[in-house]
Each structure stands twice: as structure tokens, then as C-alpha cells.
């Protein structure tokens, strides 16, 4: 009999290669299993599982963790307003891990020997798989057909269209990741320094050009209503934010960072909803949280993300961050307005009854009601004691 391998499957054209080699040259019998994070609907579905037995796997599976992956991760990246390098909110790095434990768990139940992915070798994806397969399920072997081979993708389309697979071979010029936090872009011009991906590699285009209100409502930090309408389905509401900012082409990017095995790394990627939410979060933050609290949280904020981005996110430290993101959200409640516009949106303000911007002890720039102007030139004198000090005794130190 055959051994059994499990294939994390997204229908593209790395795993499409990774089904046809397995199962020739490795003699395995393949079940392919998509994880899927929030990024598909149920047509899509279908026509992936279409594709994977059309490719002659033994068994296909779709296995839903939107849920999961937005209770377990999404959530505190919204408390933490988790942008990599001020620019990416980890649309694919932070849904990996989720996808890897989804693999795992099929892997066991249907008693695979071997897991497989279609990661390349010089890639962030190769280790986040790796690493959970690893500390999850060290009994299961690995296999990676794309690295191990080092394949380029026209190499990939040449051996599949040698063994009569049909496709839209134009499409697949491109890698797209889709899930519920946003959808990465990767292709020629991203393996580049100076080059732009063209209009048409991202998979929403502007349909909808004319100036729109939008209201995100939040309550304890999580989005409780969108544009006044109630969602205790959190899922939900994102996909509603993100169908109305893509019909205005809203989130296009390009990420450029240190990837996890020490090369730079570039990456073009679609996010209207992350990016809308969590620049609508920070300025309710911005409202209702104390200078001190919105410091600290910064930085546990950003060890989070890297963490997520490094594939630490088995490590415990993680769950004591989010404890501290979640409380921190207490009072994070209130109604944020935006504006949509082709290609770009922006934030006109905020409604929240724990909006520190109280005018009962002053109007910035205008008027000070809790204060004498006595009581400010005695604070300022304190204040300006120690560099006083200092000062005094460097004489000339700075030279003006």
C-alpha cells in the first residue's frame, strides 16, 4: 500500500505541482486539505477541490479556521494596531500558523506518514510550516517538492503542462494568498528593488470612485458595529469592511522587510479591511487610553507582531502580551468616522463617552480651566530644575 502525505493545498500553482509530484515521482498517495482563513467563498472552495481531483488526489478537504484565527490572533492584532514596518498588518505570516495546525490535525486523524507545502526555499512560509509541524507533530516527515528541487514557476508550468494539466497559465504568473486579514501579491516585479506590480496582479479593482461615510463602532476594542448595523459575528464585520474599502481599491501596498532566515524580503498585498480597522482603533486609542498606557502597549505591540512574523507564536510569552493587550482595551469603546475615496480612505474623527479629550479642565490651544497661568510657570520651573542643572555644570557642552 501507499504511504499516506497530507498537502496543505491552495489550488495555485505551487501546490498544483507539489500533487503531480508526489504522487509520480514520490509514489505517495495524496489527500490535499485547504485551510481556509476567512479569504474564500463557498464557489471558490469548490472549484479548488474541483482542481485537486482533477489533479488525481486520493481526497480532498477544506478545513475552516476563520474562526479560530480571528479569536486566537486577529483580535490581538487589532488591540495592538499590529502593523509590520508601519505598513504590513501580517495578512499571511499571522494565518499560517492556524493553517499548519488545521494540516496537523488532518494529518494525524487520517493517519498520513508525511505532510507537504508548497513553500520555496528562500521564503518565510518554509518555516512557519516547518517549525508547527516540528514542536506539534515531530512523528510526521516533511516534505517541501519546491525547495527541495529549487524550481522557478516556469519550471513548475512546464512539467505540469508535460502531464496535460489546462490552465490559465497567465494567472498564475502571480502567487496570491487570501484570508479574512488581507490577501499577499507576489510576482516578477516584487523580486525587485524599483519595480511596481501592474494594476491588474491585485485582485480588487476600483469600482466604486465616489466619496463614502463609513462608521466603525467598537466596544471594549472589538468592532461591534459597521456603518450602525450590529455584528456579533466579528468575521462578518470584517468582510463588510473589507467589500466596501476594495470597491475603492483601498490597502494596496508594498511590504519590504527582514525575512525570517535573514534576506529582504518584498511583498505587494491588498488589506482594505486591516488597514481601515486598525487605523480607526488607534485613533479611538488615541481618544481613551492615557499617554503612558498607549507607550507600553506600542511596544508590547510590536514584540507581538515579530514574534508572529518570526513563527514564535507557540511561545508563551505570547499569551501573557495578549493578556496585557486585553485589558488594556477596557476602556476602548466609541464610534469612529471615515471617509472612503478612490484608492485611499481617512479618518474624520471619533464619538465615545471615554474620550479623555474632556474641555472640563481645558481646550488645547485655547482655554485652561483647571490651571492658573501661575500654577504653569511653578510647574515649568520644577520641570526645567534638573536641565538647569545640567547645563550649569557642562557649560558650553552645546554649542548654539
Known amino acids: 500500500m501507499k504511504e499516506k502525505v497530507v498537502l496543505a493545498y491552495s489550488g495555485g500553482l505551487d501546490t498544483s505541482f507539489c500533487v503531480k509530484y508526489l504522487a509520480e515521482e514520490k509514489n505517495l498517495e495524496v489527500y490535499s486539505a485547504i485551510a ?20 488525481g488526489v486520493k481526497e480532498h ?14 483580535r490581538y492584532m487589532i488591540y495592538g494596531n499590529v502593523l509590520k514596518n508601519n505598513t504590513y498588518p501580517l495578512s499571511v505570516s499571522s494565518e499560517r500558523i492556524f493553517q499548519a ?39 510526521i516527515q516533511v516534505i517541501a517538492p519546491i525547495r527541495e528541487l529549487r524550481l522557478s514557476r516556469d519550471a513548475e508550468i512546464t512539467y505540469l503542462k508535460e502531464r496535460g494539466v489546462v490552465r490559465d497559465w497567465t494567472k498564475m504568473e502571480y502567487s496570491i494568498n487570501k484570508g479574512l486579514w488581507g490577501t499577499s501579491i507576489g510576482g516578477k516585479e516584487t523580486l525587485t528593488s524599483n519595480k ?11 469600482t466604486n470612485d465616489a466619496e463614502e461615510t463609513l462608521t466603525i463602532e ?14 456579533t459575528n466579528k468575521t462578518e464585520a470584517i468582510k463588510v469592511i473589507e467589500t466596501l474599502g476594495a470597491a475603492h481599491a483601498i490597502g494596496r501596498d508594498v511590504h519590504v522587510g527582514d525575512t525570517i532566515i535573514g534576506i529582504k524580503g518584498r511583498v505587494g498585498f491588498e488589506a482594505a479591511a486591516p488597514l481601515m480597522i486598525i487605523k480607526a482603533h488607534h485613533a479611538l486609542e488615541k481618544h481613551t487610553l492615557t499617554k503612558w498606557q498607549m507607550h507600553w502597549k506600542e511596544q508590547l505591540a510590536n514584540w507581538y507582531g515579530m514574534f508572529l512574523h518570526e513563527s514564535q507564536y507557540l511561545e508563551p510569552v505570547m499569551r501573557n502580551i495578549e493578556t496585557f493587550l486585553t ?35 481645558g481646550e488645547y490651544g485655547e482655554m485652561n ?31 548654539f
Not at 494529518?107 to 506539534?136: E, M, P
Not at 511596481?196 to 476600483?206: E, H, I
Not at 471594549?220 to 456603518?227: A, D, L, M, P, R
Request: net charge negative.
Open 101 to 139: 495546525l488545521a494540516i496537523v490535525n488532518y494529518a494525524r486523524k487520517i493517519g498520513a506518514k508525511y505532510i507537504a507545502h508548497g513553500s520555496t526555499g528562500a521564503g518565510n512560509d518554509q518555516i512557519r510550516f516547518d517549525l508547527t509541524f516540528q514542536v506539534l507533530a515531530p512523528e
Open 61 to 74: 478537504q477544506t478545513l475552516d479556521v476563520t474562526q479560530k484565527y480571528y479569536d486566537r490572533c486577529i
Open 36 to 55: 481556509n482563513t476567512g479569504g474564500f467563498v463557498a464557489e471558490e472552495l469548490a472549484d479548488i477541490e474541483r482542481k485537486a481531483y482533477e489533479l
Open 196 to 206: 511596481a506590480l501592474p494594476d491588474t496582479a491585485y485582485p480588487s479593482q476600483l
Open 327 to 361: 485589558d488594556s482595551q477596557k476602556n476602548v469603546s466609541g464610534k469612529v468616522i471615515l471617509k472612503l475615496k478612490a484608492y485611499r480612505f481617512e479618518i474624520v474623527g471619533i464619538e465615545s463617552d471615554n474620550d479623555l479629550m474632556s474641555n472640563v479642565f
Open 218 to 231: 467598537f466596544e471594549k476594542g472589538e468592532i461591534s458595529k459597521v456603518n450602525n448595523k450590529a455584528y
Open 369 to 399: 480651566k483647571a490651571w492658573t497661568a501661575q500654577d504653569v510657570q511653578g510647574f515649568t520651573t520644577i520641570l526645567s530644575t534638573p536641565l538647569k542643572v545640567y547645563n550649569t555644570v557642562n557649560k558650553g557642552e552645546l554649542d
